[in-house]
């Protein structure tokens, strides 16, 4: 009797650890199979489309990929994306040679490039649910945004190498000015050239030709773009776009 | 003991199943899991870099990516990011009104975007061998590659709608020309308006350089060109670009 009891004892013991492999291997499938029945796999594609700029406009994230994204923005995947490209940038970086006249720049964006708002996200859904200005107004103005470690890396390492870093957003300059100023200095962007935001002539302006005009600006003025970082193909896209551009990853929500 | 033996029985049966889960999970790991002691997460946003062009030049698929990129080659997630891709570009497509002078043109590259050389560079371990022009060459001239099935089936639909197809290849003229012709026809790549390929000219140009020379021409000949493919980011850069661009995948090469 003792071996039968010992016998049922070890079952349980196995079913236990069974169950909970089982459970363990389902939510993996949940988030990363393709083969999964609730087929994340187009979760994968869809995101794929989202950064490569296949699918465009979109407004939210499909509602079955919530727990995709989540998953990826704050369990080390979205940081693992960033390092890579902020090592690809400094490895450019590394081989310019500068004409150290004071017009070599590089121009960054802000909003989820240099200032990341995945906390603001969260309470959205990670973009399921749909744009809410009346909101994001109010987390902006907080100032809580947080640095983006690898880009402040990056920020800190142009500015050290000699480059004049232009910060471009389309952040609203009658709303947004002061705020945006301090919530880069308290996370560390400290030591940039301009601050360029969107001011009342470019209000409704796309976000292409916005930066586009201010980048030309910029040459104007005799500004040399080295390189051009953002999370937005918006922010990348049209002309003037600078010698290099970097897409940051961002499948939470998409600005024209 | 025929409880005892039962029991046993039990244990080596839940012991195997137990195995099996665990090694299921295992592989499941190595592919797709983020958190995996070999670090499949770089390989992740390896691909990602190169997908969005942020990883360039490159020249082979870093080595201990080549379980991961034929993982993602052959079992599905490839082919599922090409449909979505179509499902987008075919949605842009119901969205044009043509103007039907017969100057409605998309411009489509044929390697790895109609013609697919996954066969090809399975052999060359996805890209993680360096580039053999001797082999592909020998390769191509057998005229034995596969029409990737989601863009055969918008080739044909962009046709039915009334545009002229722009086939429009990096491929030597002098070399595959009919090779080229046969292999598009033996796949069902029936019915496109013209095949542009390299001529003498445009030996050793770049990609960017050769194919917006080539886009430009047709410009300059009355052709609108509504959409563009390719697999390559030098079939979608430069200028005349298309009113539309579309990036297939392709982790296994980089052309400049």
Chains 1, 2 share one sequence.
Not at 60 to 87: A, K, N, R, S
Request: net charge negative; aromatic share 12%; charged share 20%.
């Amino acid at each position: 009797m003792a071996t039968t009891h010992g016998g049922e004892i070890l079952i349980i013991l196995i079913l236990a650890l069974l169950s909970k492999a089982i459970s363990i291997r389902a939510r993996h499938q949940i988030i990363n199979d393709p083969s999964s029945s609730i087929n994340p796999s187009f979760c994968f594609s869809w995101r794929l489309g989202v950064e490569v700029n296949n699918v465009l406009p979109w407004s939210t994230v499909p509602i079955h990929c919530l727990q995709y994204i989540e998953d990826y923005m704050i369990h080390g995947q979205y940081e693992q994306d960033l390092e890579l490209i902020m090592e690809q940038a400094l490895k450019y970086m590394n081989g310019i040679v500068l004409y150290g006249d004071g017009m070599d720049a590089w121009v960054i964006d802000v909003d989820d490039t240099c200032l990341s708002n995945v906390f603001y996200y969260k309470s959205k859904r990670y973009g399921c649910d749909p744009y809410d200005p009346v909101a994001f107004r109010a987390w902006a103005l907080k100032g809580w945004c947080t640095a983006i470690p690898s880009v402040l890396d990056l920020f800190n390492k142009l500015i050290d190498q000699g480059f004049k870093l232009i910060l471009l957003t389309g952040r609203d300059q009658d709303i947004f000015h002061q705020v945006t100023i301090q919530n880069l200095h308290n996370q560390g962007f400290i030591g940039y050239e301009r601050l360029i935001m969107r001011s009342a002539a470019y209000k409704g302006e796309s976000g292409v030709k916005y930066k586009s005009s201010m980048r030309k600006q910029l040459e104007d003025e005799g500004y040399r773009i080295w390189g051009n970082l953002g999370d937005q193909w918006s922010d990348l896209q049209g002309y003037s776009s600078g010698n290099r551009t970097f897409k940051l990853p961002n499948p939470m929500y998409f600005v024209p």
